[in-house]
């Protein structure tokens, strides 16, 4: 699935992104997605601060979506820009997110 087909599953985009997503992942611990996220993952989170993109671009996460109604600071914005990794909001849950994508084939 293309990143920016995320749009489709009513995930509210943030930055638009580049590539494809082959898996998601749920978790707000930092080192446990560094340590267990694959490649051209969709990351499912409640952390907004500018760590997760720096996550993101060392584990090559495509998209983060930042759930329960949460949103990006500037800072957030700024660098998941420079790195290219898509932006996207949920108003639900990070399991009902995560549901969706499942649905669909990702895991």
């Not at 930055?15 to 992942?25: F, I, M, R, S």
């Amino acid at each position: 699935m293309n990143v920016n087909d995320l749009e489709k599953l009513d995930f509210q985009v943030v930055l638009k992104g580049k590539g494809e997503v082959k898996h998601g992942y749920t978790c707000d611990l930092l080192s446990e997605v560094m340590a267990n996220a694959l490649t051209d993952t969709v990351w499912f989170t409640v952390q907004s601060h500018v760590n997760i993109v720096a996550v993101a671009a060392i584990t090559g996460i495509r998209a983060i979506v930042l759930c329960n109604g949460h949103e990006f600071n500037k800072d957030t914005l700024e660098k998941a820009k420079e790195e290219e990794i898509a932006l996207f909001t949920f108003p639900l849950s990070a399991f009902e997110a995560g549901g969706r994508l499942y649905v669909k084939g990702l895991k």
